[in-house]
Protein backbone atom coordinates (compact mmCIF):
# COMPACT_ATOMS: atom_id res chain seq x y z
CA UNK A 1 0.00 0.00 0.00
CA UNK A 2 2.87 2.42 0.75
CA UNK A 3 0.81 4.61 2.77
CA UNK A 4 -0.72 4.68 6.06
CA UNK A 5 -3.56 7.39 6.70
CA UNK A 6 -5.87 7.35 9.63
CA UNK A 7 -9.26 8.68 8.66
CA UNK A 8 -10.53 8.45 12.60
CA UNK A 9 -12.44 5.29 11.45
CA UNK A 10 -12.76 3.10 14.20
CA UNK A 11 -10.83 0.01 12.80
CA UNK A 12 -7.25 0.35 11.88
CA UNK A 13 -5.81 -0.41 8.90
CA UNK A 14 -4.03 -3.78 8.75
CA UNK A 15 -0.76 -2.65 6.92
CA UNK A 16 1.56 0.37 7.14
CA UNK A 17 3.56 0.58 4.55
CA UNK A 18 5.69 -1.23 1.44
CA UNK A 19 9.14 -1.01 3.62
CA UNK A 20 10.40 -1.79 7.28
CA UNK A 21 9.17 -4.09 9.89
CA UNK A 22 5.46 -3.55 10.73
CA UNK A 23 4.70 -4.80 14.70
CA UNK A 24 1.01 -4.07 16.11
CA UNK A 25 1.19 -2.95 19.67
CA UNK A 26 -1.94 -2.62 21.90
CA UNK A 27 -5.05 -1.10 21.00
CA UNK A 28 -5.45 2.07 23.56
CA UNK A 29 -9.04 1.61 24.95
CA UNK A 30 -9.37 5.64 24.35
CA UNK A 31 -7.46 5.74 20.55
CA UNK A 32 -9.85 6.19 17.69
CA UNK A 33 -6.89 3.63 15.79
CA UNK A 34 -4.45 1.07 17.23
CA UNK A 35 -0.83 2.14 18.43
CA UNK A 36 1.21 1.22 15.56
CA UNK A 37 5.30 0.59 14.74
CA UNK A 38 7.09 1.10 11.92
CA UNK A 39 10.91 0.30 11.58
CA UNK A 40 12.51 1.94 8.39
CA UNK A 41 15.96 1.84 7.54
CA UNK A 42 18.31 4.52 6.10
CA UNK A 43 20.81 2.84 4.07
CA UNK A 44 22.34 5.98 2.91
CA UNK A 45 23.73 6.61 5.92
CA UNK A 46 22.96 3.63 8.29
CA UNK A 47 20.49 3.89 10.91
CA UNK A 48 16.63 3.21 11.28
CA UNK A 49 14.17 5.19 11.92
CA UNK A 50 11.29 3.19 15.05
CA UNK A 51 8.05 5.32 14.43
CA UNK A 52 5.05 5.42 16.69
CA UNK A 53 1.74 7.05 16.09
CA UNK A 54 -1.77 7.48 17.67
CA UNK A 55 -5.21 9.52 17.41
CA UNK A 56 -7.59 10.06 19.76
CA UNK A 57 -11.30 11.43 19.56
CA UNK A 58 -11.85 14.63 21.89
CA UNK A 59 -14.26 14.91 24.48
CA UNK A 60 -17.14 17.16 22.97
CA UNK A 61 -20.45 16.40 25.70
CA UNK A 62 -22.32 19.13 23.47
CA UNK A 63 -21.69 17.41 20.48
CA UNK A 64 -20.81 13.66 21.58
CA UNK A 65 -21.35 12.39 18.14
CA UNK A 66 -18.70 14.39 16.61
CA UNK A 67 -16.04 12.53 14.43
CA UNK A 68 -12.61 12.86 15.22
CA UNK A 69 -11.19 15.63 12.35
CA UNK A 70 -7.67 14.64 12.55
CA UNK A 71 -5.90 12.10 10.45
CA UNK A 72 -2.13 11.63 9.80
CA UNK A 73 -0.48 10.09 6.78
CA UNK A 74 3.18 7.80 7.29
CA UNK A 75 4.42 6.77 3.99
CA UNK A 76 7.50 4.82 3.32
CA UNK A 77 10.17 4.26 0.75
CA UNK A 78 8.56 7.84 -1.52
CA UNK A 79 8.87 7.02 -4.87
CA UNK A 80 10.62 3.70 -4.43
CA UNK A 81 13.34 5.60 -2.55
CA UNK A 82 14.36 3.64 0.82
CA UNK A 83 15.94 6.71 1.88
CA UNK A 84 12.63 9.35 1.36
CA UNK A 85 9.92 9.22 3.72
CA UNK A 86 6.94 11.01 4.77
CA UNK A 87 4.89 12.12 8.25
CA UNK A 88 2.21 14.16 8.13
CA UNK A 89 -0.51 15.57 10.88
CA UNK A 90 -3.57 16.98 9.57
CA UNK A 91 -5.91 19.01 11.93
CA UNK A 92 -9.35 19.18 10.55
CA UNK A 93 -11.77 22.35 11.27
CA UNK A 94 -15.42 23.50 10.84
CA UNK A 95 -18.45 21.70 9.32
CA UNK A 96 -16.36 19.89 6.86
CA UNK A 97 -13.11 19.60 8.94
CA UNK A 98 -12.98 15.31 8.81
CA UNK A 99 -13.54 15.93 4.65
CA UNK A 100 -10.82 18.75 4.37
CA UNK A 101 -8.32 16.86 6.35
CA UNK A 102 -8.51 13.52 4.15
CA UNK A 103 -9.06 15.10 0.95
CA UNK A 104 -5.67 17.40 1.88
CA UNK A 105 -3.87 14.30 3.45
CA UNK A 106 -4.24 11.67 0.45
CA UNK A 107 -3.83 14.59 -2.39
CA UNK A 108 -0.64 16.62 -0.95
CA UNK A 109 1.20 12.75 -0.62
CA UNK A 110 -0.16 12.12 -4.22
CA UNK A 111 1.33 15.78 -5.69
CA UNK A 112 4.49 14.81 -3.41
CA UNK A 113 4.82 11.64 -4.72
CA UNK A 114 4.41 12.26 -8.30
CA UNK A 115 6.77 14.82 -8.68
CA UNK A 116 10.17 14.28 -10.34
CA UNK A 117 11.72 17.18 -8.64
CA UNK A 118 11.12 16.25 -5.31
CA UNK A 119 14.56 14.93 -3.53
CA UNK A 120 16.49 17.75 -6.00
CA UNK A 121 14.07 20.57 -4.94
CA UNK A 122 11.68 19.13 -1.94
CA UNK A 123 11.14 23.09 -0.82
CA UNK A 124 9.78 23.62 -4.59
CA UNK A 125 7.84 20.62 -4.37
CA UNK A 126 5.98 21.29 -1.23
CA UNK A 127 5.32 24.87 -2.46
CA UNK A 128 3.47 23.35 -5.51
CA UNK A 129 1.97 20.29 -3.68
CA UNK A 130 0.31 22.65 -0.90
CA UNK A 131 -0.89 25.47 -3.64
CA UNK A 132 -2.26 22.41 -6.22
CA UNK A 133 -3.95 21.07 -3.31
CA UNK A 134 -5.72 23.76 -2.29
CA UNK A 135 -6.91 25.50 -5.21
CA UNK A 136 -8.06 20.99 -6.21
CA UNK A 137 -10.16 21.43 -2.54
CA UNK A 138 -11.68 24.55 -3.61
CA UNK A 139 -12.96 23.51 -6.66
CA UNK A 140 -14.32 19.86 -4.99
CA UNK A 141 -17.55 19.94 -5.52
CA UNK A 142 -18.46 17.74 -2.85
CA UNK A 143 -16.69 19.49 -0.01
CA UNK A 144 -17.66 22.78 0.86
CA UNK A 145 -14.29 24.57 1.98
CA UNK A 146 -15.84 28.14 2.61
CA UNK A 147 -15.75 27.65 6.60
CA UNK A 148 -14.06 24.78 6.80
CA UNK A 149 -10.30 23.35 6.29
CA UNK A 150 -7.45 21.38 8.03
CA UNK A 151 -3.73 22.50 8.84
CA UNK A 152 -0.75 20.39 8.06
CA UNK A 153 2.19 19.78 9.58
CA UNK A 154 4.49 17.43 7.43
CA UNK A 155 8.09 16.01 7.87
CA UNK A 156 9.96 14.18 4.56
CA UNK A 157 12.92 12.77 5.44
CA UNK A 158 15.81 12.25 2.43
CA UNK A 159 18.35 10.53 4.19
CA UNK A 160 19.60 12.23 7.44
CA UNK A 161 18.03 15.47 6.58
CA UNK A 162 14.44 16.85 7.68
CA UNK A 163 12.87 19.03 5.22
CA UNK A 164 9.79 20.48 7.75
CA UNK A 165 6.69 22.14 5.52
CA UNK A 166 4.15 23.97 7.97
CA UNK A 167 0.52 25.27 7.63
CA UNK A 168 -1.22 26.50 10.52
CA UNK A 169 -0.78 25.31 14.00
CA UNK A 170 0.28 21.90 14.54
CA UNK A 171 3.89 21.58 15.60
CA UNK A 172 6.82 19.50 15.05
CA UNK A 173 9.77 19.49 17.32
CA UNK A 174 13.08 17.56 18.11
CA UNK A 175 14.94 16.41 20.87
CA UNK A 176 18.63 17.90 20.75
CA UNK A 177 21.20 16.30 23.57
CA UNK A 178 22.83 18.88 25.38
CA UNK A 179 25.30 16.39 27.33
CA UNK A 180 26.91 13.53 28.04
CA UNK A 181 24.24 12.59 30.56
CA UNK A 182 21.44 12.47 27.97
CA UNK A 183 19.31 15.95 28.88
CA UNK A 184 17.73 16.95 26.28
CA UNK A 185 16.23 19.78 25.11
CA UNK A 186 13.05 20.86 22.61
CA UNK A 187 14.03 22.38 19.64
CA UNK A 188 10.50 23.49 17.53
CA UNK A 189 11.04 22.60 13.97
CA UNK A 190 8.10 25.36 13.04
CA UNK A 191 6.76 27.95 14.25
CA UNK A 192 2.28 28.31 15.04
CA UNK A 193 0.86 30.00 12.51
CA UNK A 194 -1.16 32.53 14.46
CA UNK A 195 -1.97 36.18 15.45
CA UNK A 196 0.06 35.96 18.40
CA UNK A 197 3.55 36.23 16.04
CA UNK A 198 3.64 40.04 15.03
CA UNK A 199 5.09 38.78 11.85
CA UNK A 200 1.77 36.70 10.53
CA UNK A 201 -0.38 39.65 12.36
CA UNK A 202 0.71 42.69 10.44
CA UNK A 203 0.52 40.55 7.01
CA UNK A 204 -3.18 39.79 7.69
CA UNK A 205 -4.17 42.74 8.85
CA UNK A 206 -2.85 44.06 5.49
CA UNK A 207 -5.21 41.91 3.58
CA UNK A 208 -7.84 43.46 5.75
CA UNK A 209 -8.37 40.96 8.60
CA UNK A 210 -9.60 42.31 11.67
CA UNK A 211 -7.72 40.93 14.65
CA UNK A 212 -9.87 40.76 17.67
CA UNK A 213 -10.34 37.96 20.63
CA UNK A 214 -13.94 36.80 21.25
CA UNK A 215 -14.59 39.42 24.09
CA UNK A 216 -13.20 42.12 21.78
CA UNK A 217 -15.46 41.25 19.16
CA UNK A 218 -18.19 41.29 21.84
CA UNK A 219 -17.60 44.51 23.22
CA UNK A 220 -16.44 43.02 26.49
CA UNK A 221 -12.83 44.71 26.45
CA UNK A 222 -11.57 47.11 24.51
CA UNK A 223 -10.55 46.12 20.40
CA UNK A 224 -8.05 49.11 20.56
CA UNK A 225 -5.09 46.81 22.96
CA UNK A 226 -3.60 44.97 19.91
CA UNK A 227 -1.87 42.85 22.83
CA UNK A 228 -2.88 39.73 23.15
CA UNK A 229 0.24 37.97 25.58
CA UNK A 230 1.76 34.77 24.13
CA UNK A 231 -0.04 31.28 23.15
CA UNK A 232 1.16 29.74 26.77
CA UNK A 233 -0.18 32.36 29.06
CA UNK A 234 -3.20 33.61 26.64
CA UNK A 235 -6.06 31.35 28.49
CA UNK A 236 -9.00 30.37 26.29
CA UNK A 237 -9.72 33.77 24.73
CA UNK A 238 -7.10 34.03 21.64
CA UNK A 239 -6.73 36.42 19.05
CA UNK A 240 -8.69 35.35 16.13
CA UNK A 241 -9.00 37.48 12.27
CA UNK A 242 -12.66 38.45 11.54
CA UNK A 243 -14.19 40.09 7.88
CA UNK A 244 -13.77 43.60 8.16
CA UNK A 245 -17.39 43.89 8.88
CA UNK A 246 -18.45 41.02 10.07
CA UNK A 247 -18.66 38.40 12.64
CA UNK A 248 -17.10 35.72 10.85
CA UNK A 249 -14.62 33.75 10.31
CA UNK A 250 -13.09 33.77 13.36
CA UNK A 251 -9.91 31.42 13.17
CA UNK A 252 -7.36 31.28 15.36
CA UNK A 253 -4.79 30.27 12.92
CA UNK A 254 -3.21 32.77 10.32
CA UNK A 255 -2.68 30.11 7.34
CA UNK A 256 -4.58 26.61 6.50
CA UNK A 257 -5.69 24.38 3.52
CA UNK A 258 -9.40 25.60 2.66
CA UNK A 259 -11.18 28.14 4.43
CA UNK A 260 -11.91 29.87 1.00
CA UNK A 261 -13.59 32.58 2.96
CA UNK A 262 -10.64 33.32 5.28
CA UNK A 263 -8.06 33.27 2.34
CA UNK A 264 -9.51 36.34 1.79
CA UNK A 265 -8.02 37.62 4.60
CA UNK A 266 -4.53 36.40 4.56
CA UNK A 267 -5.31 33.17 5.60
CA UNK A 268 -3.31 31.05 3.29
CA UNK A 269 -2.21 27.89 2.52
CA UNK A 270 1.93 28.87 1.51
CA UNK A 271 3.93 26.67 3.86
CA UNK A 272 7.16 27.87 5.70
CA UNK A 273 9.76 25.32 4.96
CA UNK A 274 12.88 24.54 7.06
CA UNK A 275 15.78 22.05 7.05
CA UNK A 276 17.21 20.01 10.03
CA UNK A 277 20.64 18.00 9.82
CA UNK A 278 20.12 15.41 12.20
CA UNK A 279 23.02 14.36 14.21
CA UNK A 280 23.80 11.56 16.32
CA UNK A 281 22.85 13.86 19.33
CA UNK A 282 18.89 14.08 18.12
CA UNK A 283 17.28 11.19 19.39
CA UNK A 284 14.03 11.52 18.57
CA UNK A 285 11.28 13.88 16.70
CA UNK A 286 7.57 14.42 17.09
CA UNK A 287 4.85 15.42 14.88
CA UNK A 288 1.55 16.62 16.51
CA UNK A 289 -1.82 18.49 16.23
CA UNK A 290 -2.43 21.17 18.37
CA UNK A 291 -4.61 19.05 20.35
CA UNK A 292 -1.34 17.87 22.06
CA UNK A 293 0.41 21.72 22.76
CA UNK A 294 -2.73 23.73 23.67
CA UNK A 295 -1.46 22.48 27.53
CA UNK A 296 2.08 20.86 27.08
CA UNK A 297 5.11 22.76 26.20
CA UNK A 298 7.29 21.22 23.17
CA UNK A 299 9.76 20.94 25.62
CA UNK A 300 7.34 18.76 27.70
CA UNK A 301 6.54 16.55 25.16
CA UNK A 302 10.15 15.89 24.20
CA UNK A 303 10.77 15.33 28.16
CA UNK A 304 7.78 12.77 28.50
CA UNK A 305 8.93 11.22 24.75
CA UNK A 306 12.65 10.84 25.96
CA UNK A 307 11.59 8.31 29.29
CA UNK A 308 10.11 5.85 26.77
CA UNK A 309 12.27 3.40 24.62
CA UNK A 310 9.31 2.54 22.89
CA UNK A 311 7.14 5.55 20.83
CA UNK A 312 4.33 3.26 21.02
CA UNK A 313 4.46 4.45 24.99
CA UNK A 314 5.62 7.60 24.13
CA UNK A 315 2.53 8.48 22.40
CA UNK A 316 0.06 6.80 24.72
CA UNK A 317 1.68 9.17 27.16
CA UNK A 318 1.65 12.26 26.06
CA UNK A 319 -1.85 12.01 24.96
CA UNK A 320 -2.77 11.20 28.41
CA UNK A 321 -1.32 13.67 29.81
CA UNK A 322 -2.66 16.26 26.75
CA UNK A 323 -6.18 14.96 27.61
CA UNK A 324 -5.81 14.93 31.41
CA UNK A 325 -5.17 18.94 31.09
CA UNK A 326 -7.73 19.57 28.59
CA UNK A 327 -10.16 18.43 30.86
CA UNK A 328 -8.80 20.02 34.22
CA UNK A 329 -8.92 23.54 31.98
CA UNK A 330 -12.16 22.96 30.03
CA UNK A 331 -15.10 20.95 29.95
CA UNK A 332 -14.36 19.26 27.20
CA UNK A 333 -10.61 18.07 24.84
CA UNK A 334 -9.61 18.48 21.12
CA UNK A 335 -8.76 15.63 19.08
CA UNK A 336 -5.05 14.55 19.69
CA UNK A 337 -2.64 12.81 17.10
CA UNK A 338 0.75 12.56 17.99
CA UNK A 339 3.67 10.62 15.43
CA UNK A 340 6.93 9.42 17.40
CA UNK A 341 9.88 8.88 15.42
CA UNK A 342 13.28 7.42 17.19
CA UNK A 343 16.34 7.90 15.50
CA UNK A 344 18.26 5.07 16.31
CA UNK A 345 21.80 3.91 15.26
CA UNK A 346 22.92 7.56 13.45
CA UNK A 347 26.60 8.23 13.43
CA UNK A 348 28.38 11.70 13.13
CA UNK A 349 30.43 12.39 10.54
CA UNK A 350 33.08 12.70 13.12
CA UNK A 351 32.60 9.30 14.55
CA UNK A 352 32.34 7.43 10.99
CA UNK A 353 35.85 9.33 10.02
CA UNK A 354 37.34 7.84 13.30
CA UNK A 355 36.06 4.41 12.66
CA UNK A 356 36.82 4.33 8.74
CA UNK A 357 40.61 5.20 10.29
CA UNK A 358 40.49 2.15 12.60
CA UNK A 359 39.27 0.22 10.31
CA UNK A 360 35.91 -0.17 11.86
CA UNK A 361 32.54 -0.38 9.80
CA UNK A 362 29.87 2.66 9.43
CA UNK A 363 27.41 0.90 10.47
CA UNK A 364 28.34 0.11 13.65
CA UNK A 365 25.78 0.90 16.64
CA UNK A 366 26.80 4.23 18.49
CA UNK A 367 28.42 4.37 21.76
CA UNK A 368 25.55 5.47 24.61
CA UNK A 369 28.30 8.56 25.20
CA UNK A 370 29.27 10.56 22.96
CA UNK A 371 30.76 14.31 22.53
CA UNK A 372 28.51 17.06 22.10
CA UNK A 373 28.88 17.86 18.59
CA UNK A 374 25.80 19.33 18.10
CA UNK A 375 26.39 22.24 15.08
CA UNK A 376 25.69 25.82 15.97
CA UNK A 377 21.31 26.19 15.59
CA UNK A 378 22.13 28.32 12.50
CA UNK A 379 23.48 25.23 10.96
CA UNK A 380 20.67 22.75 12.05
CA UNK A 381 17.94 24.87 11.66
CA UNK A 382 17.63 26.73 9.25
CA UNK A 383 14.11 28.27 7.51
CA UNK A 384 14.34 28.35 3.52
CA UNK A 385 13.20 30.97 1.84
CA UNK A 386 10.94 29.59 -1.14
CA UNK A 387 9.87 31.01 -3.99
CA UNK A 388 6.19 31.68 -3.59
CA UNK A 389 5.59 33.00 -7.18
CA UNK A 390 3.14 30.55 -7.82
CA UNK A 391 1.09 31.02 -4.12
CA UNK A 392 1.32 34.76 -4.74
CA UNK A 393 -0.52 34.78 -8.51
CA UNK A 394 -3.42 32.32 -7.06
CA UNK A 395 -3.84 34.56 -4.04
CA UNK A 396 -3.26 38.02 -5.30
CA UNK A 397 -6.45 36.78 -7.89
CA UNK A 398 -8.35 37.22 -4.35
CA UNK A 399 -7.40 41.10 -3.91
CA UNK A 400 -8.92 44.01 -5.65
CA UNK A 401 -6.35 46.23 -7.62
CA UNK A 402 -5.63 48.81 -4.84
CA UNK A 403 -5.10 46.03 -2.24
CA UNK A 404 -1.33 44.85 -1.19
CA UNK A 405 -0.24 41.19 -1.63
CA UNK A 406 -1.67 38.91 1.27
CA UNK A 407 2.45 37.39 1.55
CA UNK A 408 5.40 39.22 -0.06
CA UNK A 409 8.03 36.90 -1.73
CA UNK A 410 10.86 36.61 0.80
CA UNK A 411 13.79 38.83 0.38
Same mark, same amino acid.
Given at each position: ??????????????????????????? +????????????????????????????????????????????????????????????????????????????????????????? @?? !?????????????? @??????????????????????????????????????? #???????????? !???? +?????? @????????????????????? +?????????? *????????????????????? #????????????? +?????????????????????????????????????????????????????????? #?? #?????????????? @???????????????????????????????????????? *???????????????????????????????????????
Amino acid at each position: MGCVCCKCSRKAPSSWSDGGKKIKGKK +DRNAAADELLEVVPIPSHNFKLECAVLTRRGYYPDTPNKENQDCFCIKTSVQGNPNVHFFGVFDGHGHAGKQCSEFVQNRLVELLCSDD @TL !VEDPVNAFNVAFST @TNTELHENPDIDDSMSGTTAITVLVIGDKLYVANVGDSR #AVIAVKKDDHGH !VVAQ +DLSQDQ @TPFRNDECERVKECGARVLSV +DQVEGVKDPS *VQSWGDEENAGSDPPRLWMRN #AMYPGTAFTRSVG +DSIAEKIGVVAVPEVSVVQLTANNPSFVLASDGVFEFLSSQAVVDMVDRYMDPRSACA #AV #AAESYKLWLEHENR @TDDITIIVVHVNGLLNQSDVTNGDEEGGSSGVEPTDVKPD *VTPPRSEMFRSVGSNFSQALHFHQALLTNDKKPCLEPPQ
